[in-house]
């Protein structure tokens, strides 16, 4: 993903303190700080753009962009005489620099998955504590009555035998949302196998935001919502409100046709709580 020039002021001109009107600031970038709460859509028609968190700004550029420097990487673009090198300094954007540091994404399991990897047989059950990571991807092959689970926090993917009686029914490989900027070879490699995805993220508006436009739209019928027998009560009884006041829809509800999913948002507007995952530990 690219951060253009135009976009890179827009998020100086928020972090100075600015409000910037929504469709001077139309990106696929943009609507990704919005999903993870970084920038907030202001207005009943969400008319205008403000910064919500400084520091995770920062972070997200960093950790997603390899943009350590705002300021710097804008001047590097505003000066036409920057050479290539220059700019591989500041940004290893794909557009810039065409190779990768790492392919691939971190797996978890708390039970032994057999599984195949560059045609040969390998046993997935990391000692708790650590992970595995799938570098070659492409060759990489479970059984498919095997349920691939999406961890949006990081806790929880590194806590998962804790949550161990959530998934009874079913035989999990969980994999991590992060670090994000993997997020295109896990779809790669979902799409290239026959099994099937449960998405288990924050019981809120942005974590449905973040199921319906990072994996039900590329993985389709595959893809599905987890959702806890007793979200209900567990909403009211220990959701938080603020989760609630902060987020807004970035979604078209209409389009949705997860029964269970249009429940859930039915039941966070009416209880006026989002719930972290972190509950389940």
């Not at 900027?181 to 979902?190: A, G, L, P, R, T």
């Not at 288990?200 to 973040?210: K, M, P, V, W």
């Not at 027998?229 to 603020?242: A, V, W």
Request: cysteine-free; overall charge positive; aromatic content about 10%.
């Amino acid at each position: 993903m690219k951060l253009t020039l135009k976009i890179a002021k827009v998020l100086v001109q928020l972090i100075n303190g600015e409000s910037i009107p929504n469709h001077s600031a139309k990106s696929r970038l943009i609507d990704l700080l919005v999903s993870e709460n970084i920038i907030y859509r202001k207005g009943k028609h969400k008319k205008s753009l403000e910064l919500i968190n400084e520091k995770h700004l920062h972070t997200y550029l960093a950790n997603q962009l390899q943009i350590n420097d705002l300021n710097n990487y804008i001047s590097a673009l505003v000066n036409e005489s920057s050479t290539r090198a220059e700019l591989v300094k500041i940004t290893t954007d794909s557009k810039k620099s065409k190779e990768r540091a790492f392919k691939g994404f971190l797996v978890n399991s708390y039970n032994n998955i057999k599984a195949k990897l560059n045609n040969e047989d390998i046993i997935i059950n990391p000692t708790k504590g650590s992970f595995v990571f799938i570098y070659d991807f492409e060759t990489f092959k479970i059984p498919k009555e095997i349920t691939v689970i999406g961890v949006e926090n990081a806790k929880n993917f590194s806590q998962i035998q804790e949550q161990k009686y959530l998934f009874e029914n079913i035989n999990p490989l969980f994999i991590s949302r992060y670090p994000q900027n993997q997020n295109k070879d896990f779809i790669k490699w979902m799409k290239s196998i026959p099994n099937n995805y449960l998405h288990f993220g924050d019981f809120d508006i942005a974590g449905i935001g973040i199921y319906l436009n990072e994996y039900k739209k590329h993985l389709r019928n595959k893809a599905s919502f987890f959702i806890p027998e007793n979200i209900k009560s567990d909403l009211r009884i220990n959701g938080n409100r603020e989760r609630f006041d902060n987020q807004k829809i970035n979604f078209k509800v209409s389009d949705i046709r997860e029964s269970n999913v249009l429940k859930l948002i039915e039941i966070i507007k009416l209880e006026k709580k989002g719930l972290d995952q972190e509950y389940y530990i």
